[in-house]
């Protein structure tokens, strides 16, 4: 498809190709999300696949005539202002740099706190509308988090405010945090642990896989079997255990214990490590288990917070098992349905250990809800010991 040129004004007579990520960022500076832009963009763009050329004044009409159906007066006066009148605030931080006002990362930041995609898109345009309102070009980072908490407070309840000013008080660096995130293959661990790693902003992760390569590296398979079987039929080769047929549920918790308890080593190092250092850790994998998470707690001063991720419907995990093996290594994928039935037993043994010992178990039907879960999980335990008010997180 060719380019449509978009011609300069009298004073500017150079000619440019048409841009969908330039009018992405004027409507975001316009107030709009970056989905919202993106969409618009992207629309704009289709209409003018058989226009071969167009003056920016008319580019700007037609934009303008779009927003003024879906958004309002307010949004279109800021869009043809641009360039006339600043049209985003200024965020100074506490060590002095400056940065736009980001609505899409003011609002995944209240969607990390708890609240709905909903929710968080009405509270975070209530506040930009005020700021542009007032005028002010610039404005502290610890201003913007008072205002948002009093918003918060007045319009969702004392609750919700609460949990936004922990969250909050969590990225001012107070104190580690240790996510341990557990589950059987295929139900969606490694891809929570990575969402919750971006929204918490947490460099530091580890997956007991990755650990348990390196130990099969390190120590051959004659002299550790277990170590080198995969966690599901890892039974099958247990010392004194002959009989491959008996693959029953103790036989497969049996062997799961076994390679966990190999792994526990390197996975209370990699805590620990990070508790010496005073930083945030995400450790994800199978080997994730009750036990461990016991042993955690003893020998660290950070917020540990555990979890287990679970498909709890079989035809859909399986779905998802076969799904993962468009994405990644086909023939992994067709093992776990080899021994579906296994994972499934041992995921049910999972489940009733983390149940029995008061472990989160978080749901995964939908990408989305899984996250926003896992996030309520881990903002409920930091505030399980947290006394401090807005005038000590903002003031």
Same mark, same amino acid.
């Given at each position: 498809?060719?380019?449509?040129?978009?011609?300069?004004?009298? =004073?500017? $007579?150079?000619?440019?190709?048409?841009?969908?990520?330039? %009018?992405? @960022?004027?409507?975001?500076?316009?107030?709009?999300?970056?989905?919202?832009?993106?969409?618009?963009?992207?629309?704009?763009?289709? /209409?003018?696949?058989?226009?071969?050329?167009?003056?920016?004044?008319?580019?700007?009409?037609? *934009?303008?005539?779009?927003?003024?159906?879906?958004?309002?007066?307010?949004? *279109?006066?800021?869009?043809?202002?641009?360039?006339?009148?600043?049209?985003?605030?200024?965020?100074?931080?506490?060590?002095?740099?400056?940065?736009?006002?980001?609505?899409?990362?003011?609002?995944?930041?209240?969607?990390?706190?708890?609240?709905?995609?909903?929710?968080?898109?009405? !509270?975070?345009?209530?506040?930009?509308?005020?700021?542009?309102?007032?005028?002010? #070009?610039?404005?502290?980072?610890?201003?913007?988090?008072?205002?948002?908490? @009093?918003?918060?407070?007045?319009?969702?309840?004392?609750?919700?405010?609460? @949990?936004?000013?922990?969250?909050?008080?969590?990225?001012?660096?107070? $104190?580690?945090?240790?996510?341990?995130?557990?589950?059987?293959?295929?139900?969606?661990?490694?891809?929570?642990?990575? =969402?919750?790693?971006?929204?918490?902003?947490? !460099?530091?992760?580890?997956?007991? +896989?990755?650990?348990? =390569? !390196?130990?099969?590296?390190?120590? #051959?398979?004659?002299?550790?079997?277990?170590?080198?079987?995969?966690?599901?039929?890892?039974?099958?080769?247990?010392?004194?255990?002959? /009989?491959?047929?008996?693959?029953? +549920?103790?036989?497969?918790?049996?062997?799961?214990?076994?390679?966990?308890?190999? %792994?526990? !080593?390197?996975? =209370?190092?990699?805590? $620990? @490590?990070?508790?010496?250092? $005073?930083?945030?850790?995400?450790?994800?994998?199978?080997?994730?288990?009750?036990?461990?998470?016991?042993?955690?707690? %003893?020998?660290?001063?950070?917020?540990?917070?555990?979890? &287990?991720?679970?498909?709890?419907?079989?035809?859909?995990?399986?779905?998802?098992?076969?799904?993962?093996?468009?994405?990644? /290594?086909?023939?992994?994928?067709?093992?776990? %349905?080899?021994?579906?039935?296994?994972?499934?037993?041992?995921?049910?043994?999972?489940?009733?250990?983390?149940?029995?010992?008061?472990?989160?178990? &978080?749901?995964?039907?939908?990408?989305?809800?899984?996250?926003?879960?896992?996030?309520? *999980?881990? *903002? +409920?335990?930091?505030?399980?010991?947290?006394?401090?008010?807005?005038?000590?997180?903002?003031?």
């Amino acid at each position: 498809m060719a380019k449509t040129m978009v011609k300069g004004t009298d =004073e500017d $007579q150079s000619n440019i190709p048409f841009l969908r990520g330039i %009018l992405t @960022r004027s409507l975001q500076a316009a107030g709009l999300t970056f989905e919202e832009a993106y969409a618009m963009a992207s629309a704009v763009r289709d /209409d003018l696949a058989d226009t071969s050329n167009i003056s920016a004044e008319d580019l700007r009409r037609r *934009v303008a005539k779009r927003l003024t159906k879906t958004h309002g007066a307010g949004v *279109v006066q800021r869009y043809e202002s641009a360039g006339i009148m600043p049209q985003t605030v200024i965020v100074r931080d506490s060590t002095g740099g400056t940065s736009p006002f980001s609505r899409e990362q003011h609002r995944r930041m209240l969607e990390s706190s708890g609240l709905t995609y909903e929710n968080s898109g009405a !509270v975070t345009t209530r506040i930009f509308d005020h700021l542009m309102k007032k005028g002010r #070009p610039e404005i502290s980072s610890r201003y913007l988090g008072y205002l948002t908490y @009093r918003y918060l407070q007045r319009s969702l309840g004392a609750e919700e405010a609460r @949990r936004y000013l922990v969250l909050v008080d969590f990225f001012r660096g107070a $104190q580690p945090l240790m996510l341990l995130i557990g589950g059987a293959p295929g139900s969606g661990k490694s891809f929570v642990a990575t =969402e919750l790693a971006h929204r918490l902003e947490i !460099v530091r992760t580890q997956s007991t +896989d990755l650990l348990r =390569e !390196v130990m099969r590296m390190m120590i #051959p398979k004659r002299l550790s079997p277990v170590l080198h079987a995969s966690s599901f039929n890892s039974w099958q080769v247990l010392p004194g255990r002959p /009989d491959h047929a008996d693959d029953s +549920d103790a036989a497969i918790v049996e062997g799961y214990k076994a390679q966990a308890e190999l %792994l526990s !080593v390197p996975c =209370e190092a990699v805590i $620990q @490590r990070a508790a010496n250092e $005073q930083v945030s850790l995400v450790l994800e994998g199978v080997h994730v288990e009750t036990a461990l998470l016991k042993r955690a707690q %003893l020998n660290s001063a950070a917020t540990i917070v555990p979890m &287990i991720v679970a498909v709890l419907n079989r035809n859909r995990l399986k779905e998802r098992i076969r799904g993962r093996g468009k994405q990644a /290594d086909q023939r992994r994928a067709e093992r776990y %349905l080899e021994h579906f039935d296994a994972i499934w037993r041992l995921q049910s043994f999972l489940l009733d250990e983390a149940d029995r010992s008061g472990i989160p178990i &978080i749901e995964n039907n939908h990408r989305d809800q899984v996250v926003q879960d896992a996030m309520r *999980v881990v *903002v +409920d335990a930091l505030s399980t010991d947290f006394t401090l008010g807005p005038a000590d997180v903002f003031i």
